[in-house]
Every structure is written in C-alpha cells, then in structure tokens.
C-alpha cells in the first residue's frame, strides 16, 4: 500500500514544477513578443534617459527579426524569414529604439531615430539638418547632473514634430561638424540626445538596418542614480528618482 502522505508530497512537488514551468514559459513569451526590460548604462541619451533608469521595451513595434529571439541564440539559423516579419512596419523620426550594433550584433545600444531611408543628415556647427533643412533648435535652459554640473540644453523639433531635449557640452566637439550621410534603403540614422557624448551613426555606428532593431523605448519604469544597483534597497531613500517612474517615453 503506498503512503497517503507520501502521494501527497509528491503531488505538491509536481504541482510546484509544473507552476515554475508555466510562470518561465510565460516570461519567455512576454520578453520575446511583448516586453522586455533594458537598463541604462551610460549618460548618451541624456537629459533624455539616465544612467540607472530601467525600460521597457515594446517588441512588436517593428515586427520581430532574429534580434528579438535573444533568449534563443541555437535557433536563429532556423527562422522561416529574413529581415523583419510582418514586413509593413515603419519607423518614425524621434523614436527611442533599443537596437543591435551593426558588426557587433552582441552589444545592444539605444539612440533616437534621426533619419530615414533615402533621408541626407548632416551636422554644421552643431546644428542638425534633415535634406538640407535646419531642424528649429531654440535654448532650452540648463541641465544639472548628479555632480551639480550645469549643461546647456536645446530643445529640437523634427519635420514630423517631435520635440526632445538635447544637450551641448562643448561648441567645438568632432560631431558638430560632419560630412553630409545619405541613408541607405533599409537603413536608419541613429543619434544620441547627449550629442557630444555619443557613439551613434556619426561615428563607428554607421547606419542601422532594420534587421537590427530589437524595439521601441515605451517606458520607464524604474530609475535609482549614484550608480548603485537597485538591488541595493538599503540606498533607495536617497538615490531613488521617484519622479521618473512610470514615464511614458515619446
């Protein structure tokens, strides 16, 4: 006769299992075709976004490549499609994109969207132009970091009228002044808001394809400075950034 208390140990620990199986399951499917987390780790999109602020990040926004599967590096080679599926998606000017390097398709950056296929983008004196045309910059005030530095912000405004905030840290840096790039077809123009602390497609970035993007910077939703981990909640008192959570991202 088998032990009733015995069968019922069991049975928990099956059920345990089973539970544990389906909540991994479960975050697989939202990390890979919904949302997925990225933290901040350097100050290039700064005012924008902040070392320390944690994302979310929307994965249908341009349809899925073999950049949104990074859980599952053995069955890239196996996707029934290239590029992006579904295959209409577009993105737009000013968005926030978390997307892979091209050539170091280990690293993820996240930039701002600047130009699209076809688009000439060229930098002069600090000034953006899109085809030729300035992009309206007027002052925007001073930024103050956690070190009580005081940068001058600018406020810019695309074709399509999206406006962000862009910091100048010195008048004369090596990206105030670039040739003249045309962006290929399938291929984005990616900058960071930090303009004079950015490694973007003015620099060994180059352009991104669309294959490349993971996805779209929708929220923010969790932000602690001092670059403490927020695992240290012993901190969070002095170094959390309450008024940056739940940020909706435009």
Known sequence: MVDQAETKTSGGIGETIKVVVQALLLALVIRTFLFQPFSIPSGSMMPTLLQGDYLFVSKWSYGFSKYSFPSLPPYIG?????????????????????FRKPHEEETDYIKRVIGLPGDKIQ????????????????PAGEFTDENGAKVQQFKETLPNGVSYVTLDLSPNSSGDNTREFVVPAGHYFMMGDNRDNSLDSRFDVGYVPAENFVGKAQILF????????????WRWPTDLRLGRFFTWLS
């Open 222 to 233: 969790f932000s602690v400075g001092g670059g403490n981990s927020p695992l240290e909640f």
């Open 123 to 138: 930098v002069r004196d600090g000034v953006l132009y899109i085809n030729d045309a300035a992009v309206p910059r007027e």
């Open 78 to 98: 196996y996707l029934p499609f290239e590029g992006r599926a579904p295959g209409d998606w577009t993105a737009e000017r000013g968005d926030i994109v978390v």
